[in-house]
T-cell receptor, first 112, second 119 residues
Framework: GQNIDQPTEMTATEGAIVQINCTYQ??????LFWYQQHAGEAPTFLSY????GLEEKGRFSSFLSRSKGYSYLLLKELQMKDSASYLC?????????????FGPGTRLSVLP | EAGVTQSPTHLIKTRGQQATLRCSPI?????VYWYQQALGLGLQFLLW???????NRGNFPPRFSGRQFPNYSSELNVNALELEDSALYLC??????????????????FGAGSRLTVL
């Protein structure tokens, strides 16, 4: 089975840096994904890690440690439009029998 | 390139009725995933189809069913609707087979969703 945990809510100030953590316990692993979801909208892909280390994409970076079952999403230079839910998802192994399983999401509020 | 399209955008039904939701994946994607997202809650995995076959299903009762057509589009059927079925139903597509030639193909791309309201 798969169990994914994230903080429920976080608050940060415009222009600041925020780190959203994700811990997971899975029977197999084939990548960890981060998605952003604004209220009432579909999730949009942000970042993807399959190997340990840091992936940087503009203001967003994602880190993975497979041995620790841990990832984080780092958002820099926060903007008001970054207020959204951030979803961590883990994909199982192999070509079949795999799922994308999503964590509960972290609701980020960016304050002026 | 067209993204994942879902229809209808909104659907209102009453208890006991049946609902059918439709999804067209990104061209070339063979996998379609269905998720349920109740208001304020996370994404709950419903069904995964690939190459026309059901590959996995989540912890939902049998009245949630679906299929994938030869053109890889998919439909989700919910029978005997209950009030708690009210939710946003999200479809996503991907393609492992194209991952090496189509950047991002192995990443789930979501449609805008179908919002089902059961009265």
């Amino acid at each position: 089975g798969q169990n994914i945990d994230q903080p429920t809510e976080m608050t940060a100030t415009e222009g600041a840096i925020v780190q959203i953590n994700c811990t997971y316990q899975t029977s197999g692993f084939n990548g960890l994904f981060w998605y952003q979801q604004h209220a009432g909208e579909a999730p949009t892909f942000l970042s993807y890690n399959v190997l340990d280390g840091l992936e940087e994409k503009g203001r967003f970076s994602s880190f993975l440690s497979r041995s620790k079952g841990y990832s984080y999403l780092l958002l820099k230079e926060l903007q008001m439009k970054d207020s959204a839910s951030y979803l961590c998802a883990v994909r199982g192994p192999g070509n079949y029998g795999q799922n994308f399983v999503f964590g509960p999401g972290t609701r980020l509020s960016v304050l002026p | 390139e067209a993204g994942v399209t879902q229809s209808p955008t909104h659907l209102i039904k009453t208890r006991g009725q049946q609902a059918t939701l439709r999804c067209s994946p990104i061209s070339g994607h063979t996998s379609v995933y269905w998720y349920q997202q109740a208001l304020g809650l996370g994404l709950q995995f419903l069904l995964w189809y690939d190459e026309g076959e059901e590959r996995n299903r989540g912890n939902f009762p049998p009245r949630f069913s679906g299929r994938q057509f030869p053109n890889y589009s998919s439909e989700l059927n919910v029978n005997a609707l209950e009030l708690e079925d009210s939710a946003l139903y999200l479809c996503a597509s991907s393609s492992d087979r194209l991952a090496g030639v189509l950047p991002g193909a192995n990443v789930l791309t979501f449609g805008a969703g179908s919002r089902l309201t059961v009265l």
